[in-house]
């Protein structure tokens, strides 16, 4: 069975830094791209970033450019999301999905919550 678990969500101040986890198990993790996604309250989702099998050229939306900083290690079967200079807007449920042949996004975690307010 395919299982991804976030952790690392929390309420942090404007400025702050937060590093999410993703602990993965049931399927192959070094032949799969990774990503985050992100859902703030009432809105649609929203891809935050990519990590290829490799680690190599990690790809970032332009709003959380320069800030975020996605890696994974292989041997842990883990992904991370390092979160820097947080703004108000960051704040949303946090997922963690993996990739198959058709979609970067086949399969989900249960997310976790980041809440940036002063």
């Known amino acids: 069975e395919v299982q991804l678990v976030e952790s690392g969500g929390a309420l942090v101040q404007p400025g702050g830094s937060l590093r999410l986890s993703c602990t993965t198990s049931?399927?192959?993790?070094?032949?799969?791209?990774m990503s985050w996604v992100r859902q703030a309250p009432g809105k649609g989702l929203e891809w935050v970033s990519t990590v290829n099998t490799t680690g190599d050229g990690p790809k970032y939306a332009d709003s959380v450019k320069g800030r975020f900083v996605i890696t994974r290690d292989n041997a842990k079967r883990t992904v991370y999301l390092q979160m820097n200079s947080l703004k108000p807007e960051d704040t949303a449920v946090y997922y963690c999905?993996?990739?198959?042949?058709?979609?970067?996004?086949?399969?989900w975690g249960q997310g976790t919550q980041v809440t940036v307010s002063s």
């Open positions: 049931g399927f192959d993790f070094s032949i799969c791209a």
């Open positions: 999905t993996k990739s198959d042949t058709t979609s970067y996004f086949a399969s």
